[in-house]
């Protein structure tokens, strides 16, 4: 089933736009994941699982969108970082764009760890205008996700960017992207420095543990590990997808708001 925006007939988006009501917005970033991997790696990541998922519980699957919250990573080559307005503005205009092309339900789906905040502070922001359409925001990394034994978690090392885990996926999305041959770090790459210690927020700390991008154990990685991962992934988001489609508490709470706003 063709579920890609960007590859469905007038006809046939109409229809499963009028059918479904829901859109996936799959966000991720352009930014360093160490020497080996693509930067495109977290919006290649989310949107094959966005694409999987909808193909389980149908819905519209945006194509990938690179532009997130990437400050921590400004000072690689490679990185696109727009300023927090246009950020903002950017992704406001294109929800907007969305939902007027029929949908009443838009799931921005994260793949990238630094917009967590940042989407956060968006869907928050919108309570500001009166939309005729929901957001939510989610990432892709569920319970049957995170439930996938990886060799690094067992190690005691977490990893988390363009480790075992990443790696893995994106041999079983873009094998020819994947090279390991550039991987020179020493494994487990372990945090350098920690910042936590001093009791407040830095916008470096994640620089401070981890100045080349890139932590756990890239090595450990293979294409059938991704493939598992992916399934559990896509199996995650479906669920998510069923939900949010019979969701009427959020919508409901939404129109009370507005009209609580307008009376005040």
């Known amino acids: 089933m063709q579920v890609r925006w960007e590859y469905l007939t007038p006809a046939d988006f109409k229809a499963l736009a009028q059918k479904e009501k829901l859109c996936i917005l799959p966000i991720g970033s352009l930014e360093r994941h160490g020497e080996h991997l693509p930067f495109g790696t977290d919006a290649l990541i989310v949107h094959t699982v966005a694409v999987r998922a909808a193909q389980q519980e149908p819905c519209v699957v945006?194509?990938?969108?690179w532009f997130g919250q990437v400050h921590e990573a400004a000072c690689f080559a490679g990185t696109v970082n727009f300023n927090q307005k246009l950020l903002l503005e950017m992704l406001e205009t294109l929800v907007d764009q969305i939902a007027g092309n029929g949908f009443e339900k838009i799931l921005i789906l994260n793949g990238h760890g630094g917009n967590t905040h940042f989407l956060q502070y968006f869907a928050m922001s919108q309570c500001d205008r009166e939309l005729d359409?929901?957001?939510?925001?989610?990432?892709?990394?569920?319970?049957r996700f995170?439930?996938?034994?990886?060799?690094t978690q067992l190690q005691g090392n977490l990893g988390g960017h363009a480790d075992e885990i990443e790696t893995s996926l994106m041999m079983a999305i873009a094998p020819e992207a994947v090279k390991m041959e550039y991987q020179k770090f020493r494994?487990?790459?372990?945090?350098?420095?920690?910042?936590?210690?001093?009791?407040?927020?830095?916008?470096?700390?994640?620089?401070?543990?981890?100045?080349?991008?890139?932590?756990?154990?890239p090595s450990l990685a293979s294409r059938e590990k991704g493939e598992k991962a992916l399934e559990a992934a896509a199996a995650d988001v479906a669920e998510m997808i069923r939900k949010l489609k019979a969701d009427t508490l959020t919508p409901s709470l939404q129109k009370e708001f507005y009209k609580r706003m307008r009376n005040k």
Request: aromatic share 26%; net charge negative.
């Open 146 to 151: 995170n439930a996938v034994p990886w060799e």
């Open 133 to 143: 359409y929901t957001i939510y925001t989610g990432f892709y990394q569920g319970e």
């Open 187 to 217: 494994e487990p790459v372990d945090p350098l420095y920690d910042t936590s210690s001093l009791g407040v927020y830095t916008g470096y700390w994640w620089y401070a543990l981890y100045p080349e991008h890139v932590n756990g154990c």
């Open 62 to 65: 945006f194509p990938p969108y």
